[in-house]
């Protein structure tokens, strides 16, 4: 069963326009969350993180929004450049010293 | 610093032979995890390290699989006999000892693991 979901596998955005890629979760203890990023032949790599004490957190281009009582964070990319075409991945995690869940990741791409 | 190096980067067997990948966390860190990533399941966490101890190998899928630390800079992870299902690509991450295991935790670039 995902604890964390991304329901759309892939997203088409264009150049300078917004990107919002969602994500879901289920268990309601989840108190942190990040987002990475995955370029083909690479590992992931951090990108932005929110507590759940906070309901946004901004830096640069991009802004990740919480709504606890929805369950659910977006990431929103502003304004998307081609290099951000790559796999984008939800995590969550428990209080205390817990791994990381991740969600199966969406694919974004930026067409020029 | 090199970041996390895994190798080999691509791996190619048949079914019934011994796969090992080898992953060399960054200097310093205490903690280490073994993902695989699948199209189904995305990116699942298999087993991960604090201080060369494993702490929760749940998450491996079956007793082909295997993991040690036997030191701080090396880990293993051995899957005997493989099947066309283990196919994915399997990627090492280590992170600083912290109070949570959600600081950053850096990847290595992964090893694509085809099973035949």
């Known amino acids: 069963d995902q604890q964390v979901k991304q329901n759309s596998p892939s997203l088409s955005v264009q150049e300078g326009r917004i990107s919002i890629l969602n994500c879901d979760y289920t268990?309601?203890?989840?108190?942190?969350f990040l987002w990475y990023k995955k370029y083909p032949a690479e590992g992931p790599t951090f990108l932005i993180s929110?507590?759940?004490?906070?309901d946004k957190n901004e830096d640069g281009r991009f802004t990740v929004f919480l709504n606890k009582s929805a369950k659910h964070l977006s990431l929103h990319i502003v304004p998307s450049q081609p290099g951000d075409s790559a796999v984008y991945f939800c995590?969550?995690?428990?209080?205390?010293?817990?791994?990381?869940?991740f969600g199966k990741g969406t694919r974004l791409s930026v067409i020029a | 610093d090199a970041g996390v190096i895994q190798s080999p980067r691509h791996e190619v067997t048949e079914m019934g032979q011994e796969v090992t990948l080898r992953c060399k966390p960054i200097?310093?860190?205490?903690?280490l995890f073994w993902y695989r990533q699948t199209m189904m399941r995305g990116l699942e966490l298999l087993i991960y390290?604090?201080?060369?101890?494993?702490?929760?190998d749940s998450g491996m899928p079956e007793d082909r699989f295997s993991a040690k630390m036997p030191n701080a800079s090396f880990s293993t992870l051995k899957i005997q006999p493989s099947e066309p299902r283990d196919s994915a690509v399997y990627f090492c991450?280590?992170?600083?000892?912290?109070?949570?295991?959600?600081?950053?935790?850096?990847f290595g670039p992964g090893t694509r693991l085809t099973v035949l």
């Open positions: 991450a280590s992170s600083l000892a912290v109070i949570r295991l959600t600081d950053t935790q850096y």
């Open positions: 268990n309601s203890m989840f108190d942190y």
């Open positions: 929110i507590s759940s004490i906070k």
């Open positions: 995590a969550a995690n428990l209080s205390g010293n817990t791994p990381l869940v």
């Open positions: 200097s310093g860190h205490d903690y």
């Open positions: 390290f604090n201080n060369n101890v494993p702490i929760d």
